[in-house]
Protein backbone atom coordinates (compact mmCIF):
# COMPACT_ATOMS: atom_id res chain seq x y z
CA UNK A 1 0.00 0.00 0.00
CA UNK A 2 1.05 3.53 -0.63
CA UNK A 3 2.79 5.33 2.09
CA UNK A 4 3.41 8.95 2.93
CA UNK A 5 6.29 9.97 5.49
CA UNK A 6 7.20 12.91 7.14
CA UNK A 7 10.47 12.27 8.51
CA UNK A 8 10.30 15.21 11.48
CA UNK A 9 7.94 15.16 13.93
CA UNK A 10 9.35 18.05 15.00
CA UNK A 11 11.10 20.98 14.10
CA UNK A 12 12.51 24.33 15.88
CA UNK A 13 14.35 26.66 14.00
CA UNK A 14 15.30 30.57 14.89
CA UNK A 15 13.09 33.26 13.66
CA UNK A 16 14.19 35.31 10.12
CA UNK A 17 15.77 31.47 8.59
CA UNK A 18 14.10 29.11 6.55
CA UNK A 19 12.51 26.16 7.51
CA UNK A 20 12.34 23.53 5.34
CA UNK A 21 10.02 20.01 6.08
CA UNK A 22 10.37 17.00 3.62
CA UNK A 23 7.78 14.19 2.67
CA UNK A 24 8.63 10.83 1.01
CA UNK A 25 6.41 8.76 -0.20
CA UNK A 26 6.61 5.07 -1.89
CA UNK A 27 5.70 3.11 -4.74
CA UNK A 28 3.99 5.33 -7.43
CA UNK A 29 3.97 9.26 -7.97
CA UNK A 30 0.82 10.92 -7.23
CA UNK A 31 -1.26 12.93 -9.39
CA UNK A 32 -0.54 16.09 -7.19
CA UNK A 33 0.41 17.09 -3.84
CA UNK A 34 -0.72 19.47 -1.63
CA UNK A 35 0.41 20.91 1.50
CA UNK A 36 -1.59 21.94 4.06
CA UNK A 37 -1.20 23.92 7.57
CA UNK A 38 -3.22 23.08 10.94
CA UNK A 39 -3.59 25.28 13.58
CA UNK A 40 -4.07 23.12 17.47
CA UNK A 41 -8.14 22.34 17.07
CA UNK A 42 -8.57 23.33 13.94
CA UNK A 43 -9.37 21.85 10.48
CA UNK A 44 -6.21 21.94 8.11
CA UNK A 45 -5.81 25.11 6.01
CA UNK A 46 -4.65 24.28 2.33
CA UNK A 47 -1.79 25.85 1.29
CA UNK A 48 -0.14 24.99 -1.86
CA UNK A 49 -0.74 21.80 -4.63
CA UNK A 50 2.30 21.19 -6.77
CA UNK A 51 1.37 18.36 -9.72
CA UNK A 52 3.41 16.15 -10.75
CA UNK A 53 4.85 17.76 -13.87
CA UNK A 54 6.04 20.32 -11.82
CA UNK A 55 9.30 20.78 -10.25
CA UNK A 56 8.75 24.17 -7.74
CA UNK A 57 5.70 26.31 -7.01
CA UNK A 58 5.80 29.78 -5.17
CA UNK A 59 3.47 31.29 -2.99
CA UNK A 60 4.62 34.44 -0.82
CA UNK A 61 6.98 33.49 1.22
CA UNK A 62 6.32 29.60 0.66
CA UNK A 63 8.23 27.63 -1.83
CA UNK A 64 7.64 23.63 -2.62
CA UNK A 65 9.37 21.23 -4.63
CA UNK A 66 8.18 17.84 -6.06
CA UNK A 67 11.14 15.34 -7.35
CA UNK A 68 9.68 12.39 -8.63
CA UNK A 69 12.78 10.79 -9.01
CA UNK A 70 13.23 11.16 -5.29
CA UNK A 71 9.53 10.59 -4.34
CA UNK A 72 9.84 13.54 -2.27
CA UNK A 73 8.25 17.18 -1.30
CA UNK A 74 9.88 19.83 0.15
CA UNK A 75 8.46 22.65 1.18
CA UNK A 76 10.31 25.75 2.72
CA UNK A 77 9.05 28.95 4.31
CA UNK A 78 11.45 31.45 3.92
CA UNK A 79 11.86 34.63 6.82
CA UNK A 80 9.89 32.57 9.39
CA UNK A 81 8.13 34.04 11.79
CA UNK A 82 6.59 32.90 15.09
CA UNK A 83 2.66 33.37 13.47
CA UNK A 84 4.56 30.52 11.03
CA UNK A 85 4.18 27.69 13.90
CA UNK A 86 1.88 24.99 13.28
CA UNK A 87 1.59 21.53 12.15
CA UNK A 88 1.93 21.00 8.43
CA UNK A 89 0.67 18.44 6.86
CA UNK A 90 1.76 16.79 2.99
CA UNK A 91 -1.31 15.11 1.24
CA UNK A 92 -0.91 13.20 -2.17
CA UNK A 93 -3.74 12.82 -4.06
CA UNK A 94 -3.51 10.56 -7.16
CA UNK A 95 -6.50 11.44 -9.43
CA UNK A 96 -9.52 13.82 -9.44
CA UNK A 97 -11.62 11.38 -7.93
CA UNK A 98 -9.42 9.56 -5.52
CA UNK A 99 -9.11 10.34 -1.44
CA UNK A 100 -6.24 12.34 -0.40
CA UNK A 101 -3.72 10.68 1.64
CA UNK A 102 -2.00 12.48 4.79
CA UNK A 103 1.57 12.38 6.16
CA UNK A 104 1.51 12.27 9.88
CA UNK A 105 2.63 16.10 9.56
CA UNK A 106 6.08 18.27 11.29
CA UNK A 107 5.26 20.34 14.31
CA UNK A 108 7.07 23.65 13.37
CA UNK A 109 7.76 25.95 16.07
CA UNK A 110 9.32 29.82 15.45
CA UNK A 111 11.35 30.80 18.32
CA UNK A 112 11.79 34.50 18.27
CA UNK B 1 -12.15 31.70 -1.15
CA UNK B 2 -13.89 28.28 -0.31
CA UNK B 3 -15.55 28.46 3.15
CA UNK B 4 -16.44 25.38 5.01
CA UNK B 5 -17.85 25.24 8.12
CA UNK B 6 -18.99 22.87 10.94
CA UNK B 7 -21.42 22.73 13.55
CA UNK B 8 -21.42 22.73 16.69
CA UNK B 9 -17.73 22.84 16.95
CA UNK B 10 -17.88 21.27 20.62
CA UNK B 11 -19.98 18.77 22.15
CA UNK B 12 -19.85 16.72 25.28
CA UNK B 13 -22.99 14.25 25.31
CA UNK B 14 -23.66 11.05 27.84
CA UNK B 15 -22.71 7.61 26.89
CA UNK B 16 -25.37 6.15 24.47
CA UNK B 17 -27.02 9.36 23.22
CA UNK B 18 -26.69 10.39 19.25
CA UNK B 19 -24.74 13.69 17.90
CA UNK B 20 -25.55 14.77 14.93
CA UNK B 21 -22.58 16.80 13.03
CA UNK B 22 -23.49 19.23 10.18
CA UNK B 23 -21.10 20.37 7.45
CA UNK B 24 -21.48 23.33 5.34
CA UNK B 25 -19.54 24.73 1.80
CA UNK B 26 -20.92 27.81 1.88
CA UNK B 27 -19.78 29.45 -1.25
CA UNK B 28 -19.53 26.55 -3.89
CA UNK B 29 -21.10 23.32 -4.07
CA UNK B 30 -19.98 20.18 -3.13
CA UNK B 31 -21.09 17.17 -5.38
CA UNK B 32 -18.55 15.08 -2.88
CA UNK B 33 -17.67 16.27 0.76
CA UNK B 34 -15.43 13.90 3.23
CA UNK B 35 -15.77 13.02 6.94
CA UNK B 36 -12.07 12.53 9.09
CA UNK B 37 -11.12 11.57 12.89
CA UNK B 38 -8.23 12.70 14.12
CA UNK B 39 -6.85 12.00 17.12
CA UNK B 40 -4.56 13.83 19.36
CA UNK B 41 -1.15 14.89 17.67
CA UNK B 42 -2.15 11.99 14.71
CA UNK B 43 -3.23 12.58 11.11
CA UNK B 44 -6.01 12.83 9.79
CA UNK B 45 -8.20 9.25 8.95
CA UNK B 46 -10.50 9.17 6.36
CA UNK B 47 -13.95 7.65 7.64
CA UNK B 48 -16.33 8.08 4.61
CA UNK B 49 -16.61 9.94 1.41
CA UNK B 50 -20.19 11.20 0.92
CA UNK B 51 -21.72 11.53 -2.53
CA UNK B 52 -24.69 13.76 -3.15
CA UNK B 53 -27.99 11.82 -3.27
CA UNK B 54 -25.96 8.66 -2.77
CA UNK B 55 -24.86 6.00 -0.49
CA UNK B 56 -21.56 6.86 1.60
CA UNK B 57 -18.74 5.05 0.95
CA UNK B 58 -17.11 3.52 4.22
CA UNK B 59 -13.42 2.77 4.62
CA UNK B 60 -12.61 -0.64 6.20
CA UNK B 61 -12.85 -0.17 9.79
CA UNK B 62 -15.45 2.06 9.62
CA UNK B 63 -18.78 0.60 10.70
CA UNK B 64 -21.26 2.54 8.96
CA UNK B 65 -24.75 1.90 11.27
CA UNK B 66 -22.43 3.78 13.77
CA UNK B 67 -21.32 6.48 12.29
CA UNK B 68 -24.61 7.71 9.92
CA UNK B 69 -23.99 9.98 6.93
CA UNK B 70 -26.65 11.99 4.90
CA UNK B 71 -25.51 14.10 1.77
CA UNK B 72 -28.67 15.29 0.97
CA UNK B 73 -27.82 18.50 -0.71
CA UNK B 74 -24.72 19.80 -2.62
CA UNK B 75 -23.61 22.05 0.25
CA UNK B 76 -24.65 19.91 3.42
CA UNK B 77 -23.44 16.70 4.50
CA UNK B 78 -24.09 15.46 7.98
CA UNK B 79 -22.51 12.59 10.07
CA UNK B 80 -24.37 11.39 13.05
CA UNK B 81 -22.56 9.10 16.00
CA UNK B 82 -25.12 6.95 16.89
CA UNK B 83 -25.25 5.55 20.90
CA UNK B 84 -21.68 7.60 21.55
CA UNK B 85 -19.29 5.96 23.66
CA UNK B 86 -16.14 7.58 24.86
CA UNK B 87 -14.17 6.03 22.55
CA UNK B 88 -15.83 7.84 20.41
CA UNK B 89 -14.43 10.52 21.79
CA UNK B 90 -12.73 12.84 19.01
CA UNK B 91 -11.93 15.34 16.74
CA UNK B 92 -13.85 15.20 13.43
CA UNK B 93 -12.97 17.27 10.28
CA UNK B 94 -15.21 17.58 7.46
CA UNK B 95 -14.20 18.59 3.91
CA UNK B 96 -15.46 19.45 0.63
CA UNK B 97 -14.42 18.90 -2.92
CA UNK B 98 -14.28 21.89 -5.25
CA UNK B 99 -14.96 20.20 -8.45
CA UNK B 100 -15.09 24.03 -10.05
CA UNK B 101 -11.24 23.90 -8.89
CA UNK B 102 -9.80 21.98 -11.81
CA UNK B 103 -7.74 20.49 -8.82
CA UNK B 104 -10.64 18.67 -7.08
CA UNK B 105 -9.14 20.83 -4.17
CA UNK B 106 -10.51 19.73 -0.61
CA UNK B 107 -11.46 22.49 1.85
CA UNK B 108 -11.91 21.80 5.32
CA UNK B 109 -14.14 23.01 7.97
CA UNK B 110 -12.91 23.60 11.27
CA UNK B 111 -13.63 20.42 12.70
CA UNK B 112 -16.09 19.45 16.15
CA UNK B 113 -14.76 18.45 19.43
CA UNK B 114 -16.65 15.20 20.37
CA UNK B 115 -16.80 14.55 23.94
CA UNK B 116 -18.23 11.28 25.14
CA UNK B 117 -18.91 10.93 29.13
Known amino acids: SQKIEQNSEALNIQEGKTATLTCNYT??????LQWYRQDPGRGPVFLLLIRENEKEKRKERLKVTFDTTLKQSLFHITASQPADSATYLCALVYSSASKIIFGSGTRLSIRP | GAVVSQHPSRVICKSGTSVKIECRSLDFQATTMFWYRQFPKKSLMLMAT?????????EQGVEKDKFLINHASLTLSTLTVTSAHPEDSSFYICSARDGGSGTDTQYFGPGTRLTVL
Open chain 2, 50 to 58: SNEGSKATY
Open chain 1, 27 to 32: NYSPAY
